[in-house]
């Protein structure tokens, strides 16, 4: 049971926990909030919260909260939030709480979404659909929700990654397992089990039901080596790999080999 294993594992720790530090809830989120977008400054340029004003906006998979606060300051007509687990609802209801924010939270499956087909003029997505085992039906979902000309703004993973070349290295190469595919290395070393990752052609097929699809490769923190990125994969020589971490060159000449893809897709307008 795939689908209840990564369901287990967001349940132990959501993602970005590490980040939430203080003594009290609201000093936590806020530095959680602080952290995320210090490190990640390119979620609201891709996201454009201020886009959601007016507009019935859905968020997926909405774990620690953050961005889905900053879709509620912007005073959509309609703000709804899910998530499969309790605990990522536990810090989004605290932390809508904490900031004076109001949205609609329920529990769902990204893959049976419990609304009527075009309820929503823009749906939100980062870093979730690739976690769900069958993230297909899960943007089939998307698109189903979404009104005629509405948006999509998903973030999904990256195959052609420095992550998953980094991954590759430990779990394959100096593990005696060169021939380890990076699918397989995804799957069983990123985040929750099966996690998959995506070629650009692939992402568009993903995305082959809307009117018109733009993906954009895009490097992440993790892929630069920055904040709590990998330390729970980290070796003794962490500390050094990452003085030595070559960031200019990799901005330079690896740009297109982020773990990242950002994805903007619409639908067909109605005719
Ligand atoms: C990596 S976290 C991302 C959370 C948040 N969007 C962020 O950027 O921090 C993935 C989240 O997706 C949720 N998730 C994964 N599969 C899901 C599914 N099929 N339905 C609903 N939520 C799901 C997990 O519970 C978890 O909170």
Redesign the pocket.
């Known amino acids: 049971m795939l ?1 209840k294993d ?2 287990d594992f ?2 132990q720790e ?3 926990e590490a980040y939430a530090i203080g003594s009290e809830r609201a000093e936590q989120l806020r530095s959680h909030a602080r952290t ?1 977008y210090a490190l990640e400054p390119y ?1 609201p340029a891709f996201a454009r919260f201020d886009e959601g004003s007016g507009r019935r906006v859905l ?6 909260g ?2 889905h606060v900053e879709w509620a300051r912007h005073h959509p007509a309609l703000l709804v939030g ?4 309790g ?2 609802l536990d810090h989004t209801r605290t932390r809508l709480h904490v900031e004076r924010c109001e949205s609609r939270l329920l529990r ?4 049976h979404l419990p609304f009527a087909d075009g309820a929503f003029e823009l749906v939100y ?5 690739h ?3 069958d993230t297909a039906q ?1 943007v089939r979902e998307v698109h189903r929700v979404l009104a005629p000309g509405g948006i999509a703004r998903v973030m999904i993973y990256h195959r052609r990654s420095i992550v998953g070349w980094l991954l590759w290295l430990k779990y394959g190469l100096i593990s005696g397992r060169p021939f380890r595919s990076l699918d397989d290395i995804y799957a069983h070393h990123l ?2 089990p099966g996690t998959k990752a995506y070629s650009v052609a692939g992402a568009r097929r993903l995305f082959a039901g809307f009117a018109s699809t733009a993906v954009t490769p895009f490097l992440s923190f993790a892929d630069l080596l920055q904040g709590a990125a990998g330390t729970r994969h980290a070796g003794a020589i962490d500390a050094v790999v990452r003085r030595l971490w070559p960031r200019w060159l990799i901005r330079r000449f690896f740009g297109s080999c982020g773990l990242y893809l950002l994805v903007d897709a619409r639908k067909e307008p109605a005719s």
């Open positions: 689908k990564v369901h967001w349940e959501s993602c970005g995320r979620i968020e997926i998979g909405v774990g620690m953050a961005d899910m998530d499969f687990t605990r990522a769902a499956d990204a893959e997505s980062w870093g979730v659909l976690h769900s085992p899960a985040e929750s």
